[in-house]
């Protein structure tokens, strides 16, 4: 148990490094920072709602984990990406409303991934039987908090960090003269 434990903490905080590398160099720090602590959130608050039904972790529990942190940060690269290219395209439009305009249209597709792999999870969790039941539960949470997280914490933490970079380099602090609609026109 605790070697298990041990172990996958060390995957985990290893992975979360190359993540944090890996989306810095593809973006920047700010990006990697936000979505670390996405995923931090995604592991921390299934591991709290999996103690609160207090259902025992066993080793399939580093599964669930790994698979969480790997679809999350894959739906938060899809994010990360739009943002991206509409910043390209609208170079001197504020990042609030880039990043609002970047959600609004990854939003189709989040929900429909992640609908399709709740169906999957939910007939697991009522057919697939005792064997599989604390699995299939434990990827149901944290598949839906992986979703919420990289909408509503990880886009939303690299505007916070950009006004933060901003402030602290003096330079003003761009609030939006422009709506999410004209920037996604």
Known sequence: GAELRSSAIRAVI???????I??????????????????AHDLV???????????????WFVAV????????VNDTVIIFDRIRENRGRHRHAPLG?????????????S???????????VALFLLGGPVIHGFALAMLV??????????FIAAPLVVVFDNWSRRRAGAPVVRPAVSAASVAS
């Open 97 to 109: 409303p880039v990043v609002n305009a970047s959600l609004l249209e990854t939003m189709t597709r």
């Open 142 to 151: 944290g598949i839906c908090l992986g979703t919420y997280s990289s909408i």
């Open 65 to 72: 984990a790994l698979t969480v942190v790997g679809y999350s």
């Open 14 to 20: 290893i992975g979360e490094l190359l993540i944090l």
């Open 22 to 39: 890996y989306i810095a160099v593809r973006y920047q720090f700010w990006f990697g920072l936000a979505a670390i602590l996405a995923l």
């Open 45 to 59: 608050a299934t591991t709290g709602i999996m103690g609160l039904l207090r259902v025992e972790l066993n080793s």
């Open 111 to 121: 929900i429909n991934t992640v609908l399709t792999v709740v169906f999957t999870l």
